[in-house]
């Protein structure tokens, strides 16, 4: 390819990493939803405070890759369903915390068997070694480009006192 010559799209690594987001997605959503009548951002939820509880809804949003109103939605049709409590925080009087109910937490395991034979699939045609070095690439990848996201967030505004 000459120097001044533009790439095609499919040779960005970001496109590819969206594609395959996509295909495994697709994937994902019947299977949450045949399995366990589960939407994809309610089990991403699920799984989420499933690990990370007590979380908040911002947090949970963060952890399940969610916008704040995807997680808020999907928190409350699992509160619905009878998986998950909402109480109020105790550090926040406007806030809530999310933690699995009894109910919630047999489905939650369910969820992460469903996520883990997602993953043997997507990564299966790959060798031990080179998962390996993939998640090794990943973590310098997130690492990466976490600094430069809390780089680019506007400031906190400055005390004028």
Avoid at 21 to 46: H, M, P, W
Avoid at 129 to 143: G, M
Wanted: proline share 4%; hydrophobic share 45%.
């Amino acid at each position: 390819m000459a120097a001044d010559a533009t790439p095609a799209l499919q040779d960005f690594l970001t496109w590819r990493l969206h594609r395959l987001a996509k295909l495994t997605d697709r994937q994902s959503i019947d299977a949450y939803a045949n399995r366990f009548g589960l939407g994809v951002g309610e089990a991403r939820c699920l799984a989420a405070i499933g690990q990370f509880a007590p979380l908040s809804v911002k947090d949970l949003a963060a952890q399940a890759n969610l916008d704040k109103a995807q997680a808020s939605r999907a928190a409350q049709m699992l509160v619905e369903r009878g998986l998950v409590l909402k109480s109020a925080s105790e550090t926040d009087a406007r806030g809530v915390v999310l933690t699995l109910t009894r109910t919630g937490r047999p489905l939650w395991r369910r969820v992460m068997r469903l996520i883990g034979q997602r993953n043997a699939d997507i990564f299966g045609c790959l060798s031990k070694a080179e998962r390996r070095q993939l998640e090794a690439v990943f973590d310098r990848l997130i690492a990466h480009a976490d600094p430069l996201q809390a780089a680019s967030s506007p400031a906190p505004p400055r005390n004028q006192g």
